[in-house]
């Protein structure tokens, strides 16, 4: 079974604090997506890795590929309450249509 | 100006009653997805179409079944509808061919079967 497993499930932190949501596999995949999901809304994608060690950043969102493409990381810089939501990644795999999809991690982030 | 979207926006209804939801993308892409969003929020793909012809079909029982009559439009039907079906669903699309396999997902639709 091909599986993305995401921690932490839950973090509730204070505006101003950084912090690390982690992504990984065993499977090595083609691309990874990052997504955020706020309540009532579908998914939107925040970024694509595609290369092993890949480094993309996003104002205060860094996004980090792994070198075996199998695991990934996002780090936010001084959180703030926009950015309170449900992040998602996804793996892909080239010529495949599927993509799956870690359990996501939930993002509170307080004033 | 929205990019994909799904119509209803909420259906409740009652077990054993049939629905439909439907999907638009007006991105030009040529692949379509319904995916299910439990409570936990785990979101579980069911089926995909490209250029209209189904290519995923994971286990999902034979009471829902995609229609897709063209490559702008997937739509999804749902007979004798179960408590377990309540759930977002969520409609997304794909360019066949973009290296980084993004998907542009619709805003969901909320089931809620009583």
């Known amino acids: 079974t091909q599986l993305l497993e995401q921690s932490p499930q839950f973090l509730s932190i204070q505006e101003g604090e950084n912090l690390t949501v982690y992504c990984n596999s065993s499977?090595?995949?083609?691309?990874l997506q990052w997504y955020r999901q706020e309540p009532g809304e579908g998914p939107v994608l925040l970024v694509t890795v595609v290369t092993g060690g890949e480094v993309k950043k996003l104002k205060r969102l860094t996004f980090q590929f792994g070198d075996a493409r199998k695991d990934s990381s996002l780090h936010i810089t001084a959180a703030q309450p926009g950015d309170t939501g449900l992040y998602l990644c996804a793996g892909a795999w080239v010529g495949g249509f599927k993509t799956i999809f870690g359990a996501g991690t939930r993002l509170f982030v307080k004033a | 100006d929205t990019a994909v979207s799904q119509t209803p926006k909420y259906l409740v209804t009652q077990m054993g009653n049939d629905k439909s939801i439907k999907c638009e993308q007006n991105l030009g892409h040529d692949t379509m997805y319904w995916y299910k969003q439990d409570s936990k929020k785990f979101l579980k793909i069911m089926f995909s179409?490209?250029?209209?012809?189904?290519?995923i079909n994971e286990t999902v029982p034979n009471r829902f079944s995609p229609k897709s009559p063209d490559k702008a439009h997937l739509n999804l039907h749902i007979n004798s509808l179960e408590l377990g079906d309540s759930a977002v669903y969520f409609c997304a699309s794909r360019r066949t061919g973009d290296a980084g396999y993004e998907q542009y997902f619709g805003p969901g639709t909320r089931l809620t079967v009583t």
């Open positions: 179409y490209n250029n209209k012809e189904l290519i």
């Open positions: 499977s090595v995949f083609s691309s």
